[in-house]
């Protein structure tokens, strides 16, 4: 089975602390990506990544950054965490190529404070 | 980027025949199109995923026109288990063969003894 791990699934940080939230696969799929979910709103792409050191921004990138620095591990990162990023973040990842589909992650509920 | 719409929420007796229509206006040739199924506090499932006319596996139908600018996904004899939310999306292929995948917000399907 693929498996797709968040390393927390809840986290509770302060406002304008840095922060990181980490990924990984073990499928060896070139594409991963990161989303937020919030309530009324569905799932948001934040960004993604379509192989090792690439990244290209979703729909909502701002506040966020992102390092892929080895093909089974993506981390999404808070430079300074503010209370409008509370949200759960979920994490995905797909064999690159037509009609894939995405295995997601348990998800991880930040709140910030 | 193909925009999908979908009814916010729908409720089913158990054991009744569910279909679920979205709508994709602008989907694009290239396009496949995804059902997804999401439960409380996890991460989205992968469903069914079609190009045209009918597809059906152990756990659901999809049937697409000709013109491909709706789809139904077809849940058959739903139970309790099935209560959940449902996201249909439409995949982005851009040159480079990776695919990003966006979500709407999905429709809630809320499954009544």
């Known amino acids: 089975d693929v498996k797709v791990t968040q390393s927390s699934r809840y986290l509770v940080k302060r406002t304008g602390e840095k922060v990181f939230l980490e990924c990984v696969q073990d499928m060896d799929h070139e594409n991963m990506f990161w989303y937020r979910q919030d309530p009324g709103l569905g799932l948001r792409l934040i960004y993604f990544?379509?192989?090792?050191?690439?990244?290209e921004k979703g729909d909502i990138p701002e506040g966020y950054s992102v390092s892929r620095e080895k093909k089974e591990r993506f981390s999404l990162i808070l430079e300074s965490a503010s209370t409008n990023q509370t949200s759960m973040y979920l994490c995905?990842?797909?064999?690159?190529?037509?009609?894939?589909?995405?295995?997601f992650g348990q998800g991880t509920r930040l709140t910030v404070v | 980027l193909a925009k999908t719409t979908q009814p916010i929420s729908m409720d089913s007796y158990e054991g009744q025949e569910v279909n679920i229509t979205c709508s994709h206006n602008?989907?694009?040739?290239?396009?496949?199109i995804t059902w997804y199924q999401q439960f409380p506090s996890q991460g989205p499932r992968f469903i069914i995923q079609?190009?045209?006319t009918k597809v059906t596996n152990e756990v659901a139908s999809l049937f697409i026109p000709a013109d491909r600018k709706s789809s139904t996904l077809s849940l058959p004899r739903v139970s309790l288990s099935d209560t959940a939310v449902y996201y249909c999306?439409?995949?982005?292929?851009?040159?480079?063969?990776?695919?990003?995948?966006?979500f709407g917000t999905g429709t809630k399907l809320q499954v009544i003894p």
């Open positions: 990544s379509y192989d090792v050191k690439m990244k």
């Open positions: 079609g190009y045209k």
């Open positions: 602008n989907i694009a040739t290239n396009d496949y």
């Open positions: 995905a990842s797909s064999l690159r190529g037509v009609g894939t589909e995405a295995f």
């Open positions: 999306l439409v995949g982005d292929l851009p040159r480079g063969g990776y695919q990003k995948v966006t």
